[in-house]
């Protein structure tokens, strides 16, 4: 079938694509103006020869750099991401371990912004220049233009400090022993094991990152479906639709917003890579172990597996978030056909 | 100088209308899932539990391998040394394992007597092949802290309870030395089973640091319970410890890496102490009900470097110059940017070491002077770039913000320079790769004792970084003898008084000008008692009562 095969490329090329990423990444992480040695070794150690030797063996950097890459290339393949200079740990288990906290969060995230963003746009749309649309539209705004490590302090500031409404930062609270490590998703893994105060527990605590950290998408979301719902509003179509008598509503759901969402569906694709990588600042505020803090650190630490092992999984997820995209334009609009 | 920093956000301030927009915009969307801070629930641990609050600057927690500001704090806590320092002193070694010792007349041999009947958690007793094990391993892992042990020649064990050590050369600091945590006595047993090697190939075949990252194998009261990096330390009481049991049965070390949070935090009681807070975050804590702050002196200095090599440094290697960059800086207003408990310093050695300078006797702004200086040195205008790690917070001072009253101060004497503000990693390879025309840094003490300023000498660390080689001067030549001098002298007021000589002639004719001493700022909930910051591990948990 057509979009079987589709699909069947677009995973072949994530292969290629891979291995064009992590040669970027190599060559961009080797290219700053700063020694490994530098950034891991202390002050008395970097200035001994021989501490300096017996790091660069023991982290293979002693090798040149093509050595290096082929190395790491080699290891790629048979699944092995290398060890953490900074953790010590494989970098797999390292991702393994913040991958799940951070795609929480992210998942969460775009779900308030689209269960929040969609309707207040088709409604901002729908009654155009009323009070709802000024508010909806200044809201938006906002939610594009703060940054969110203001926004983060913030809402922790008012819901955390001050309201008490909000549990602390953190996935869990200090009393609650996490569920055993199956997934990595805390809510996931306490309920198999009927943990409810844990489950609960983690909930609360991922509401207010996950409002903070869809702040930007949620404004996008919103004002491109406005946007796009005020074209279709205007189309022949629909137009059609209501001469026929067809009630207001269905005209909105069934004609309108089909179409008009097409562009939002383009935007979730997008902004899903933006939800992983602006998680860095969000996860900061919030003492949330997760990929961004752990890519933060690998970076400033010149922690070369671990760099790399971050950016094959994000963009990973960022081409397969763009296909699946590809795949609903042709669900949303027979017109578009995959292939 | 261990590795002591933290990345950091710029701190909020005034929150105004925004916040009622942003406020409005969540308040209906938290109030769905998060009703209130969820109390310990079922599956809460027993006893005392400490939770603190910490910006993780951890390497490694296997003691043969770091020397970092938080690592060296667990390792305090999971394993005991010969000797220890207490609360913030650093002038008294104590007696730890070891319960007493002699030192040679010729100053190059110690002999230590360990305490009987210790305990590993394994149950292994404690002698002295293992301090010697441990010792080995230190020195042959090739790691962050092997150089504590270049000055010792020769361990030997005459008797399970006797550890002897030969040195090169006198060594009036090796007491201060051995009390780092990373020379505590691993139960050498249990770990050379777990892949642990001590002898001439540990570099390359010693596979314990995963083992030792998971579990500690010290004497120390408390015991590694689990490590996850980035995110939490968990300690357990040690219930074999050869004291009495301390008082606290628990402790939850948390990765807490903004500032901000941390204060919101212990303001809120869900963390008893913070030990990651900013300068102006401790100054507001100060009237939060139920939180009780501390300022404690840390042996480190501040200071700007002016490069001395013509190449680099261009002007500023003009002493003139030099002494012109002294008399220009604001050192009461740079004493504000380092916060409550910093103080000035009038050399290289911090306060509170033997051979440390009266802080009275600090340079004094004199711009006038300083023009004259300038003036002097007829060189014209004076312009240059000032590189320091603009991510770099130390203490809680912001380094950003010293590059930038440094800037300020020089142009009020027609100095100009311009703001190198990189990464971290990359300001750090410019400066010790001798490349900061000026550059504004710090030095930690890694261990309590004056001599680790020694860096400052021409040709050692610092030294070789502000481009001075010994073979600079005459000036710089007597300073390097002077040092070696110092460094073997047994008597202690002798070696005060030529730490003192030295000390004074680094900032008469060094390339640097000293900033001031900090003090890391702490914050705890007025419940906890005994709360303490050492310079080298800073909480003693062991000490600490909730």
Redesign the interface.
């Known amino acids: 079938m057509n979009l079987l095969g589709y699909i069947a490329r677009r995973l072949l090329l994530l292969g290629p694509m891979l291995v064009g990423i992590t040669l970027f990444s190599f060559l961009l992480s080797h290219a700053?103006?700063?020694?490994p040695v530098?950034?891991?070794?202390?002050?008395?150690?970097?200035?001994?020869p021989?501490?300096v030797?017996?790091?660069r063996?023991?982290w293979g950097l002693d090798r040149p750099l093509h050595q290096q890459y082929l190395i790491y290339l080699w290891n790629l393949a048979r699944g092995d991401f290398g060890t953490?200079i900074?953790?010590?740990?494989a970098v797999v288990l390292?991702l393994r371990?913040r991958f799940p906290a951070t795609v929480e969060v992210a998942i969460v995230a775009m779900a308030?912004s689209l269960i929040?963003g969609v309707p207040l746009g088709i409604l901002s749309a729908v009654k155009r220049d009323s009070l709802v649309d000024q508010v909806t539209r200044v809201?938006s705004l906002?939610?594009v233009s703060?940054p969110v490590?203001?926004?983060g302090?913030?809402?922790?500031?008012?819901?955390?400090?001050r309201l008490?409404?909000?549990?602390?930062?953190?996935r869990l609270?200090?009393?609650?022993?996490p569920p055993t490590f199956v997934t990595g998703f805390l809510l996931i893994d306490s309920l198999r094991e009927w943990?409810m105060?844990?489950a609960?527990?983690a909930?609360?605590h991922?509401?207010?990152p996950a409002?903070?950290l869809s702040?930007y998408t949620l404004g996008m979301i919103t004002r491109i479906t406005r946007g796009s719902l005020l074209e279709t509003l205007g189309e022949d179509y629909v137009r059609t639709a209501r001469a026929k008598g067809a009630p207001n509503l269905t005209v909105i759901v069934r004609h309108a917003a089909r179409n008009g969402l097409i562009p939002v569906v383009t935007m979730v694709g997008l902004s899903f890579g933006r939800l992983l990588s602006g998680a860095v600042?969000t996860e900061?505020?919030?003492?949330w172990?997760g990929l961004g803090?752990?890519a933060?650190?690998s970076a400033?630490?010149?922690d070369f597996p671990a760099i790399m092992g971050v950016g094959i999984v994000i963009a990973t997820i960022y081409i397969l978030v763009n296909l699946l995209v590809d795949i609903a334009y042709g669900l949303l609009d027979p017109r578009i056909r995959v292939g | 100088?261990?590795?002591s920093v933290s990345?950091s956000?710029p701190i909020?301030r005034g929150?105004g209308r925004?916040?009622v927009?942003?406020?409005?915009?969540?308040a209906a969307?938290?109030?769905?899932?998060?009703?209130?801070?969820?109390?310990?629930?079922?599956?809460?641990?027993p006893g005392t539990?400490l939770?603190v609050g910490s910006s993780f600057i951890i390497?490694?927690i296997d003691p043969g391998r770091t020397?970092?500001t938080t690592s060296n704090m667990i390792n305090h806590a999971t394993y005991d040394s010969l000797v220890t320092f207490e609360g913030e002193d650093l002038k008294t070694a104590k007696p730890s394992l070891a319960a007493e010792w002699k030192i040679s007349e010729d100053g190059r041999t110690y002999t230590f007597k360990l305490r009987p009947n210790v305990k590993f958690p394994s149950g292994n007793p404690l002698t002295s092949a293992d301090f010697k094990w441990s010792f080995e391993r230190v020195k042959n892992?090739?790691?962050?802290?092997?150089?504590y042990l270049d000055p010792v020649q020769e361990i030997q064990t005459p008797d399970p309870l006797t550890l002897v050590l030969k040195l090169n050369a006198p060594n009036p600091a090796l007491l201060a030395i051995l009390s780092s945590p990373s020379l505590g006595a691993i139960d050498s047993k249990l770990v050379a089973q777990k892949g642990g090697v001590s002898g001439p190939e540990a570099?390359?075949s010693d596979k314990a640091?995963?083992f030792l990252?998971n579990q500690s194998a010290g004497t120390g009261a408390f015991i590694l319970s689990s490590y996850?990096?980035?995110?939490?330390v968990v300690l357990v009481r040690n219930p074999n410890h050869w004291r009495a049991a301390p008082a606290v049965d628990r402790i939850?070390i948390?990765?807490?890496?903004?500032p901000?949070?941390q204060k919101?935090?212990i303001?809120?009681g869900?963390i008893d102490i913070a030990t990651a807070l900013g300068q102006d975050q401790l100054a507001s804590l100060r009237n939060v009900p139920n939180v009780s702050t501390r300022s404690s002196p840390a042996a480190t200095t501040f200071y700007v470097l002016m490069n001395n090599n013509p190449d680099v440094g261009h002007a500023f290697s003009n002493p003139k110059v030099q002494e012109a960059v002294r008399y220009a800086l604001d050192y009461d207003g740079i004493l504000t940017i380092a916060g409550t408990g910093a103080s000035r310093l009038a050399g290289v050695i911090p306060t509170g070491f033997p051979g440390a300078l009266d802080p009275r006797t600090a340079f004094k702004t004199d711009r006038e002077k300083s023009k004259a200086l300038l003036k002097e040195a007829g060189l014209g205008d004076v312009k240059g770039q000032i590189t320091y790690g603009s991510?770099q917070v130390i203490w809680g001072v912001q380094m950003a913000v010293l590059a930038q009253k440094i800037q300020a101060d020089l142009a009020a004497v027609g100095i100009q320079l311009s703001l190198n503000g990189l990464?971290?990693?990359?300001a750090?390879?410019?400066y010790?790769d001798a490349k900061n025309q000026v550059g504004v840094w710090s030095?930690a003490a890694?261990f309590p004792d004056g001599s680790n300023f020694f860096?400052y000498i021409p040709g050692r660390?610092v030294g070789k970084r502000a481009g001075w080689p010994e073979d600079a001067s005459p000036a710089a030549k007597e300073l390097a003898e002077l040092a070696r001098k110092a460094e073997s002298e047994v008597d202690d007021a002798k070696r005060a008084a030529l730490m003192q000589r030295i000390d004074k002639r680094i900032v008469e004719v060094g390339p640097y000008a000293p900033l001031f001493q900090p003090a890391v700022p702490v914050a705890f909930r007025s419940n906890v008692k005994g709360v303490t910051f050492h310079s080298v591990w800073g909480l003693d948990f062991y000490s600490i009562s909730k």
């Open positions: 700053v103006p700063a020694d530098t950034a891991n070794l202390g002050e008395q150690a970097a200035a001994d021989e501490a030797a017996a790091f063996q023991a953490s900074s953790t010590k740990q390292d371990q308030i929040v809201l906002v939610g703060v490590f203001w926004l302090l913030v809402a922790l500031l008012v819901f955390y400090a008490g409404w909000a549990p602390s930062p953190g609270s200090a009393g609650i022993i943990r105060d844990a609960v527990d909930l609360q991922l509401a207010l409002f903070v702040s600042v900061s505020v919030f003492a172990p803090l752990y933060f650190r400033t630490s010149l | 100088m261990r590795i990345s956000f909020l929150l925004w916040a927009l942003a406020a409005g915009l969540m969307a938290t109030s769905i899932v998060a009703s209130s801070p969820s109390p310990a629930l079922a599956g809460a641990a539990t939770v390497r490694s020397v970092e892992l090739k790691s962050n802290p092997a150089f570099k390359s640091e995963s990252n996850v990096p980035e995110q939490e939850v948390r990765n807490i890496t903004e901000a949070t919101l935090q303001q809120r869900d991510d990464p971290r990693a990359t750090l390879q410019s010790r030095w890694d860096v660390t």
